[in-house]
């Protein structure tokens, strides 16, 4: 069985290394001596030849790339009784290295089924082309997660998320079902909560790769999702929780041309045409964004339309949509079940898209040229009504703690009465978004 979509490509926005932990990064990581070289290829029956021949050094061959992983599975090391609802014992913390070996007949390269990261036929794992442009972690969580896969663990339909209404068998019935999934965010879970050895920025990234996936691969939800208030100020990012009203504020080193976007994890920096950069909400400090491998904004890398000029991820009726449109006033979504954009419509005179409309309801929305402003009829590529008109004074609208907030191209934010709003504190506001946040890790 196949583990869908991963994340492509790690980089950071990060200051220092710390000197103690494992590395993070392909080319973080030493020359691997033969003897441990070797002996990885011995115990997990490795074809070094299909990864590009056995190579020691070099990051960018893909053979070391898996030894790469295989030494953080080695050498990773977890502490503390810190538990979360994904940490079931289901693979004891101290065998992670002895257990994947159990499972794994064999591990080849192939490039046969694209639209997977990898899949498993037998105890047999064949890497694909998605898996190499993951992350160190994203790949370490593919292997224990198609592990499971020899065990006996199937996955079934997705009633919710990308692949609801598709015939595609991605989800598990639940975390304690104990599944591929299940098995995956278990990792995760503990290199943060009880990870003794790895770098802060790995542990980031485990955070992030926990939230975007556990928030749609479980039929039944593990988590609870509350509103946060996340900004984009004249003095960096940031974070107002829904009900403690706690303003969090850091600094981000990103340019003023970045978009600020929800995404079913959080929030995201939109960077176009170069992608997208994930905010770790939990620990900003640490990395203040990351090369989005997480929510599906990881899709602007993997050939996406020319010329993109906007591009929105929304859940509506439980069914996660990709939407973007281009310079040419043309708009396409991700075919999830397909593994592919659809064709472009043309959508005269759109501009911009949102994600709250005038009136503060949420949804998909589509800003034209003209000043008005239609709801997007999901899961088609046309409006649902007769544009309406959008407000001149506007440039965004939220609706957070019971009002409806508007940002105005004067970079202020009024209430619904139209008072200035302070919860934000006196910084300048380049841009807002309302996103999930998910208290699993407190
Ligand atoms: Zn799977």
Redesign the pocket.
């Known amino acids: 069985?196949?583990?869908?979509l991963g994340g492509l490509l790690a980089l950071a926005l990060y200051t220092s290394p710390v000197a103690w932990a494992l590395p993070v990064f392909d080319g973080d990581f030493d020359c691997l001596d033969a003897t441990t070289a070797n002996r990885y290829v011995s115990d997990f029956q490795i074809d070094s030849e299909s990864f590009g021949g056995l190579e020691l050094c070099q990051p960018q061959v893909d053979t070391k790339k898996l030894l790469n992983d295989l030494q953080l599975v080695e050498l990773g090391q977890f502490n503390g009784s810190t538990v979360n609802i994904f940490i079931q014992e289901f693979v004891p913390a101290g065998d992670y290295y002895l257990w994947l070996k159990e499972q794994t007949n064999g591990i080849s390269r192939g490039d046969d089924i694209p639209w997977a990261t990898a899949?498993?036929s037998g105890g047999y794992f064949t890497m694909q082309d998605g898996w190499a442009k993951l992350s160190t972690l994203g790949r370490v969580g593919t292997l224990i997660?198609?592990a499971?896969?020899t065990e006996g663990y199937?996955?079934t339909i997705c009633d919710h998320g990308p692949y609801k209404d598709s015939r595609i068998s991605?989800c598990d019935e639940s975390v304690a079902s104990g599944?591929?999934?299940g098995v995956e965010m278990e990792y995760y879970a503990r290199v943060v909560l009880q990870g003794a050895n790895f770098h802060p920025v790995y542990q980031s990234m485990a955070r992030l790769m926990l939230l975007a996936r556990a928030n749609f691969v479980f039929n039944e939800s593990p988590m609870s999702e509350k509103d946060a208030l996340i900004a984009r100020t004249s003095e960096g990012l940031a974070r107002l929780a829904g009900e403690d009203k706690q303003l969090l504020s850091w600094s981000f080193p990103g340019s003023e041309s970045f978009q600020l976007k929800r995404t079913s994890l959080g929030a995201t920096l939109l960077d176009l045409p170069n992608g997208a950069w994930s905010i770790d909400l939990e620990r900003p400090d640490i990395a203040p964004a990351l090369s989005d491998d997480y929510s599906y904004f990881k899709l602007l890398k993997m050939a996406p339309p020319a010329d993109l000029v906007d591009v929105e991820e929304v859940d509506i009726h439980l069914r996660r949509y990709m939407y973007a449109i281009d310079g040419q006033e043309r708009i396409y979504n991700y075919i999830f079940g397909q593994g592919a954009w659809s064709p472009a419509t043309h959508l005269p005179g759109v501009e911009r898209l949102v994600t709250h409309n005038p009136m503060g309801q949420p949804g998909l929305f589509a800003v034209f040229k003209n000043l008005t402003y239609c709801p997007i009829q999901v899961p088609f590529l046309r409006c649902d009504r007769t544009p309406m008109p959008w407000p001149a004074d506007a440039r965004k609208f939220v609706s957070f703690n019971g009002s409806t907030l508007k940002l105005g191209p004067d970079r202020m934010v009024y209430d619904s009465k139209g008072e200035v709003w302070d919860g934000l504190g006196e910084a300048e506001v380049l841009d807002l978004t309302l996103v999930p946040h998910f208290e699993i890790f407190q």
Do not use: A, I
């Open positions: 069985m196949d583990r869908l899949y498993n997660h198609e499971r896969h199937y996955h991605g599944g591929s999934h």
